[in-house]
């Protein structure tokens, strides 16, 4: 018994649970007295019967996913159920289900008729040579419900098949060709019957040679001589001896169902009948694996030898032919058993094997071990990451890029480029890939671009292979790859943008990798400059801004658009390359590139304005400008309306902080009386900064111009506040003056700041006195009648009109040195004057004894015009 029968019968209990009944293997046959087939499984450790099941017509069979064939069993009234051990026995025993229900059903269909058959069909006729006639008209003429009758009847007769064979030599001896077409045709009516049963017999060892043989005689095609080819020129070679001479059946086996699948009954096979012997090659392919990995000493026996340096050439190159196919039939194994022997076979130091045929001269044997390396990477892809981040396992990865570039004439190098897109993956996570990736990048991605720079012309023209006369040609010739080659570095390349985009600063950038990629646009061969077009969508997709500068900067686009300018009108992948680039440069309206290909390049691309990319361009950039120039106009309004609301703004806050309710009426005053009262220069020419003072120059009320009731301060003190008043104006004055024109504009400013104290004091005497003249009191109204204009009645009138006129000249000049030097000033006078106007009413009154600080016959204009 095999593997592939090897079965646990189940049964559910009436907890709903499944009960191990044991195990064993299964198979189809008839039972007992009876024309009917069954399951039956025998007990694999005293061979009773665990399970014997007639197999019904009716539609009760599950399969569960690969291994598992569950049904309920109308005998037992239960649920019964059989998991395989192997994928390729439950596949066969259900097969074998389904045909006896497909026989079964025809049979109900026509019940009668069946019987009828059965009743004159009740065995086969003799095998004899007069006999092949109506032996061939039961075999090939029967119906599809007489084939299973014809099955169980030669499955049923021990020696058929001798007998038969015995026949075939005779009529071969004898040249009888009508006898051996007959027979032809009997043994392939046969095959086609598609029994499982009957394949294991005219396929064994016995008879398969006779059952090849008699398969020659086709009378449709020319005779040909399978067995000598078998004989003669089919040789099995045990590169390791193997001992189990069950492996060695099915290993011949196998082949030969192949062959004759594959060539003898090629033309005649239906598709039911290959799937049969594909089962049956499956099937074969995975108990051999089975057996030689349970056999530890082959393994080891076999990478012994190939690492043993005694070994010859040709020993080796069998070993490694037998260590790939051992890793290919691999595949007919369960995932888990499969893991498990790529494990074992790490365990063996197989990645150091495939590192030593990597570096083998036979190319045949190089492709042989990236056959080996795909298996793996297959399988499990951290086995080969995990061996080529250790120190012994890097140079792999280098043989890995050298055998991409190096020229297996007419083989393919698209393993190689398979090999590292797995290794390089990103979507493969771990430090395992990152080591690898960062190995790549700093080893051999410059090899890779050396080798399309050396391939290509370094200036203007078409490259196939570049060949010149002299040594500079030799060498150019010698150096330059196979389009094959340059096109799967190519491949590579874009893989490498797509999983890596943040190594195109520090290794595309920086290395000018891109300029010498654009190299292959001076080839001849169309395709590889497509693949330059398609490295820099590759690129321009990432939408990466720095990268957009970079090829604004170095000009990138130049080569794409020469080699579409000089491929003219014609429509080819190269005109659809290049167009589906600028079409992804409007859809995702990348605006540095739309300007850059427009100012650049429109001359050269106006000749093709017939098509609509191109003209898209054009017109997409046209409505960039208008939309730039729109918005500049749009901010450079709302630029100058906010100015104008800020300076609005400014306006009213300066009016609420400048002056109390009382000063506002006094300055209405003002403005009514249309009175604009002189302001002090200084003695450098400018004037003075009192913003404050300058404006409470004027009238403080709107009073009649009575200039007979003055306002007298009380006499009372007038010594001791004339001499207090001369000292703080003799103070001011020399403060004032010690500013030289000399000294710079700052320093001015600076200077005028610190006087802000003495002068704080004058404003706020001024603000006490006048204050007093303003306030209601019980005094006469002649009193309270004040012309704050000059005391002095020598005066003339033309004189204070040309102080006012030099006052307003000078207060003009330095208003801008006012609003800088004493914007404390308004608040502070303000303030004074409100304390004033907050003293008791006996002070008002009064009038006389500590707010007059200035003397009775000089204004507060006065008082600055003397201190300058």
Not at 306 to 332: D, G, Q, V
Not at 341 to 350: A, T
Not at 714 to 737: H, N, Y
Request: proline share 3%; aromatic share 6%; charged share 25%.
């Amino acid at each position: 018994m095999d593997v592939c029968s090897r079965v646990k019968v189940y049964r559910l209990n009436d907890d709903g649970k499944w009960d191990d009944q044991g195990t064993g293997h299964v198979n189809v046959d008839y039972l007992e007295r009876s024309e009917e087939f069954g399951l039956f499984v025998i007990d694999e450790e005293d061979n009773e019967t665990l399970l014997l099941h007639r197999i019904s017509s009716d539609d009760i069979y599950r399969k569960q996913e690969d291994t598992i064939i569950s049904w309920r069993d109308p005998e037992y009234s239960t649920e019964l159920a059989l998991s395989f051990q192997e994928p390729t026995g439950c596949s066969y025993i259900w097969d074998h289900i389904c045909g006896v229900q497909r026989n079964l059903h025809f049979n109900s269909i026509s019940n009668e008729t069946y019987h009828s058959v059965n009743s004159e069909l009740r065995e086969l006729p003799a095998v004899e040579l007069s006999t092949l006639p109506l032996l061939l008209k039961t075999v090939v003429e029967s119906g599809i419900g007489e084939q299973l009758r014809v099955t169980e009847l030669i499955l049923h007769d021990q020696g058929f098949f001798r007998k038969l064979m015995d026949l075939f030599r005779i009529c071969e001896d004898l040249e009888n060709v009508d006898g051996l077409h007959m027979i032809f045709k009997i043994v392939r009516g046969i095959i086609l019957l598609n029994s499982p049963q009957v394949f294991e017999k005219i396929f064994g060892d016995e008879l398969i040679m006779d059952v090849i043989g008699a398969l020659e005689y086709d009378s449709e095609v020319p005779h040909v001589n399978h067995r000598d080819f078998l004989k003669e020129h089919v040789v099995f070679k045990e590169a390791i001896p193997i001992k189990d001479p069950l492996v060695l059946s099915k290993i011949h086996q196998t082949y030969r169902v192949g062959y004759v699948k594959d060539v003898v009954l090629v033309r005649v096979l239906d598709e039911a009948t290959v799937a049969s012997l594909n089962s049956i090659i499956h099937s074969n392919n995975a108990i051999v694996v089975s057996l030689l990995k349970d056999d530890s000493t082959f393994i080891q026996q076999l990478f012994a030898r190939m690492k043993s340096s005694s070994t010859s050439a040709e020993s080796k190159k069998n070993l490694i032919t037998l260590l790939h196919e051992f890793c290919s039939l691999s595949k007919s194994l369960q995932m888990v058993q499969q893991h498990r022997l790529f494990r074992d076979l790490v365990n063996e130091g197989i990645f150091d094997i495939i590192a030593d045929i990597l570096q083998s001269e036979d190319k045949k044997l190089v492709l042989t071990g990236t056959d080996i390396l795909i298996l793996f990477m297959n399988q499990d892809p951290s086995l080969v990451r995990s061996y080529v981040t250790r120190q012994e396992g890097v140079p792999l990865l280098g043989l890995l890029v050298k055998g991409m570039i190096t020229d297996f004439g007419d083989e393919m190098h698209c393993q190689f480029l398979e090999i590292l897109r797995s290794l390089l993956d990103s979507y493969a996570s771990g430090s395992q890939r990152d080591t690898i990736v960062e190995i790549f990048y700093e080893r051999h991605l410059a090899q890779l671009i050396d080798v399309i720079t050396s391939s290509c012309p370094a200036s203007g023209g078409a490259l196939s292979i570049h060949k010149s006369a002299g040594s500079g040609g030799r060498i150019a010739n010698q150096t330059s790859a196979k389009p094959e080659i340059l096109l799967n570095i190519c491949d590579l390349l874009c893989f490498c943008v797509l999983h890596h985009p943040y190594r195109i600063k520090c290794n595309f950038l920086l290395n000018n990798a891109i300029d010498k990629v654009l190299f292959l646009t001076q080839r001849r061969e169309k395709y590889l400059v497509v693949a330059a077009v398609r490295f820099v969508r590759t690129l321009i997709s990432r939408n990466d801004e720095h990268l957009m500068n970079h090829i604004v900067r170095n000009n990138i686009l130049k080569p794409i658009v020469d080699a579409f300018v000089g491929n003219g009108s014609r429509y080819n992948l190269l005109n659809s390359a290049v167009l589906e680039l600028f079409e992804y440069i409007l859809k995702e309206n990348l605006k540095i590139l739309l300007k850059y290909l427009v100012d650049s390049f429109w001359e050269q691309l106006a000749t093709f304005d017939n098509l609509s990319s191109i003209l898209s361009l054009k017109v997409r950039y046209e409505q960039s400008l208008e939309n730039s120039g729109t918005k500049s106009a749009t901010n450079t309004l709302e630029s100058r309306r906010r100015i104008d609301e800020r300076a609005l703004e400014k306006e009213e806050e300066d009016y609420f902080n400048e002056d109390s309710d009382e000063e506002d009426s006094a300055s209405a005053s003002i403005s009514h009386t249309n009175k604009v009262r002189p302001q002090s220069v200084l003695s450098n020419g400018s004037a003075a900064s009192y913003p404050s003072l300058s404006s409470r120059s004027g009238g403080l009320v709107d009073y009649d111009d009575d200039e007979d009731e003055i306002y007298q301060p009380p006499l009372r003190k007038q010594s001791q506040t004339s001499d207090e008043d001369e000292g703080i104006v003799e103070s001011f004055k020399l403060k004032r003056k010690l500013p030289s024109a000399e000294e710079p504009e700052p320093i001015k400013k600076q200077r005028l700041g610190k006087n802000s104290k003495s002068k704080d004091s004058v404003f706020a005497a001024l603000c006490s006195t006048l204050s007093q003249a303003v306030l209601p009191s019980k005094r006469t109204p002649s009193a309270l009648h004040i012309v704050p204009r000059s005391l002095d009645s020598n005066k003339t009138s033309d004189e204070r009109n040309g102080e006012e006129k030099g006052s307003l000249s000078c207060s003009d000049k330095n208003r801008s040195l006012e609003e800088e030097n004493n914007v404390d000033k308004e608040t502070i006078a303000p303030r004074s004057c409100s304390d004033s106007l907050q003293g008791t009413p006996e002070n008002q009154q009064g009038g006389g004894d500590d707010c007059p600080l200035i003397p009775p016959k000089s204004s507060p204009e006065m008082v600055v015009t003397n201190g300058s």
